[in-house]
C-alpha cells in the first residue's frame, strides 16, 4: 500500500527555518519525482517544489526560490524540504505526492497525496 507521511511542520517565527520530511512506503521511490505542495485556508493547493528521481534536477515556486531546497534519500526512502527565511505567507498545510503526469508542480499531475503536515509563520 503506498504511504506518503510529511513531518517537521510547526510554529516558527518569520525569517527562521524549517525542515520538513516526506517518509515514503509500499512503491519504489526511485522510479518517481516527488513533488511537495501547500495549500493555506481559502486557497487553491500550489506546487512549491519538485525533484526528479535522481535527485539531480529541482524545480521551485518563483516565491520560494532561493530559500527552500528540497532534497531526497533514495536509499532511506526520504524526501526533505528545507525551509530558511520563512515568511508569514508560507504558512499553510504542506504535503508531499508522487508524480504521474508531465507537468512538476500542477498538482494534477500528481497523486499518493500524504496527510499534510500545518507549518506556521508568525510572530
Known amino acids: 500500500q503506498v504511504h506518503l507521511v510529511e513531518s517537521g511542520g510547526g510554529l516558527v517565527q518569520p525569517g527562521g527555518s524549517l525542515r520538513l520530511s516526506c517518509a515514503v512506503s509500499?512503491?519504489?521511490?526511485?522510479?518517481?519525482?516527488i513533488g511537495w505542495f501547500r495549500q493555506a485556508p481559502g486557497k487553491e493547493r500550489e506546487g512549491v517544489s519538485c525533484?526528479?528521481?535522481?535527485?539531480?534536477?529541482?524545480i521551485y515556486l518563483d516565491s520560494v526560490k532561493g530559500r527552500f531546497t528540497t532534497s531526497r534519500d533514495n536509499a532511506k526512502n526520504m524526501v526533505f524540504l528545507q525551509m530558511d527565511s520563512l515568511k508569514p505567507e508560507d504558512t499553510a498545510v504542506y504535503y508531499c505526492a508522487r508524480k504521474y503526469g508531465s507537468s512538476c508542480l500542477r498538482s494534477a499531475d500528481f497523486g499518493s497525496w500524504g496527510q499534510g503536515t500545518q507549518v506556521t509563520v508568525s510572530s
Open positions: 525533484i526528479n528521481k535522481s535527485g539531480s534536477s529541482t
Open positions: 509500499g512503491f519504489p521511490m526511485i522510479n518517481y519525482a
